[in-house]
């Protein structure tokens, strides 16, 4: 029996136990000794492989969308409730944020309708990125559109040799002109959507900096851009010594806020957790200690000198600041109690501080729900021990069918939130200290 030939009777007979087979064999691989040509050969059959890897996932989760619709629909579960959680079962597996499971999921699900781009796919000749970006463009067409641009693009040897050699950015090209000329008021009416769905958010960014981003129609935003340029070429011009970036920075500030930010300090509402000697003077010993952090809603940690200079600035400009202290030895929270269904406004408060982000594992995502680990109804009492902050999505999620939570405390008190999925798989979650602890001195 030939290599190949074993390699699927393995993935035949035990899906799992083949894959795993494989992990340990590649994460056995060592470099040293092998020559240069064999390692770039060892690169190129493992992306081809992560290609392969990746369609598997494909069709493991379409088979675990099927599984589980059933099983909802056995339970009694009706209508667009349906289907609720199966993404997050698949990014829990796949140790991402939930919207990256459901993202994979669908995508599993419509690249299963277009025969030449999955098979590429399965072959390895294309990347879950590559497909991802195709099928973005051509999603909304009908089925027949889409099978159609799906021959187009791949539909024989030479187009797929084609496609197989065009970047990302290419392959999205081509598959929307495509799509653009399969339904032309069908990708007009899209535009309309597009423009009505223009929006602003902002990210994290290193060194206590935060990336802000703009979705607008390609007009609004060229005419944008135009105007920060003039401004910095004629700051430049007139002898500023800022960079052509930061004038262009300090202008949308001022022109939004109404106040020059280089010499105006922009009035702002602080809420920040911070443990309460990072808040002491410069140049006092506290203040000096080198792990001493807070936390700013909106943007996460940043270090103390920071939060002493937002204080100080909210303070100067009348803005609006809010302190919650933790303890400098332990950086944990104190725990909060009501007897209420709903969690009360310093409560919720609290479980916000506490948790940061949402609680499920990989999510990552702001939190817009304080929820009960354990159900009112199952006796649950409305605690920060029972507590948990959660994203809307996965908040939704857990309420479908064969989902458990319950909390515990490790022995050093760290609160845990143990989260058992409709299959069996536990996950567990721990909040981040509100700041790292502090040494003992003696």
Known sequence: MSETSVIETMVREDPVAAARAFVR????LDSRGACEVDLIDVIGALETLKCVAESAQATAARG??????????????RGSRVGRGIGHQIALARREPPSRGSAHLG????????????????EGRLTERRVSLILGRIV??????????DAQLAGDPERAERLCA?????????AEALACAADPAGAVRRRAAAEADRHVSSRPAPD???????????KEGVALIAALTLAADQARAAGDERSRGQVMADTLVGRVTGRDPVSEPVPVHVDVTVPLDALLPEGSHAAQVPNAFGWVDGYGEVPADLARSLTADA????????????DPATGQLVAMESAARCFPLLLALFLRRR?????????????????HATPVEEGGPTSADNGQGLCEACNYAKQAPGWRSKTRHDPDGTHVVETTTPTGHVHETRPPPAHPPRPRRE
């Open 64 to 77: 675990v969308y099927a599984a589980a619709v059933a099983r909802q629909e056995a339970a009694g579960v």
């Open 355 to 371: 948790d940061r982000y949402c609680r499920n594992p990989w999510c990552g995502a702001p939190i817009r729900h304080t929820d």
């Open 315 to 326: 303070v100067e400009t009348l803005g609006v600041f809010r302190r919650i202290f933790t």
């Open 140 to 149: 909304w067409l009908d089925l027949d559109d889409r099978r159609a641009v």
């Open 25 to 28: 064999g590649l994460g056995a």
């Open 107 to 122: 995508l599993a699900r419509e690249v299963a309708s277009l025969p030449h781009l999955a098979e590429l796919w399965r």
């Open 166 to 174: 065009m970047n990302d950015w290419q392959a999205r090209g081509a």
């Open 208 to 218: 206590t900096m935060l990336r802000l981003s703009a979705l607008l129609p390609v």
